[in-house]
């Protein structure tokens, strides 16, 4: 069974930066494309950015050229480098794998904290 745990959020001004970490533990493949997700109150779970197990990367258009996904495949580790922050960015951030339609093969982890606001 894998477990999911989400980390690095935090509190940041609007313009700051902060890198979120999310390590896999259990057995997973190290060829599933992994992905960052972002959450509001009251919204639904929206899919901001993948990555392949090779590197290739896709990114929702709110956060194209401003967030970076990567991926330590030794580690089982996902990161988001996330720059230029807006206050629009602020969220629980989540990872998992995302597969056909809006499913998921894992369990959801509690997931991180972003806010930004000056």
């Known amino acids: 069974q894998v477990q999911l745990v989400e980390s690095g959020g935090g509190l940041v001004q609007p313009g700051g930066s902060l890198r979120l970490s999310c390590a896999a533990s259990?057995?997973?493949?190290?060829?599933?494309?992994m992905g960052w997700y972002r959450q509001t109150p009251g919204k639904e779970r929206e899919l901001v950015a993948t990555i392949t197990s090779g590197g290739s990367a896709n990114y929702a258009d709110s956060v194209k050229g401003r967030f970076t996904i990567s991926r330590d495949n030794a580690k089982k580790t996902v990161y988001l480098q996330m720059d230029s922050l807006k206050s629009e960015d602020t969220a629980v951030y989540y990872c998992n794998a995302p597969t056909l339609g809006r499913f998921v093969l894992f369990t959801w982890g509690q997931g991180t904290q972003v806010t930004v606001s000056s």
């Open positions: 259990g057995s997973i493949d190290s060829s599933t494309i």
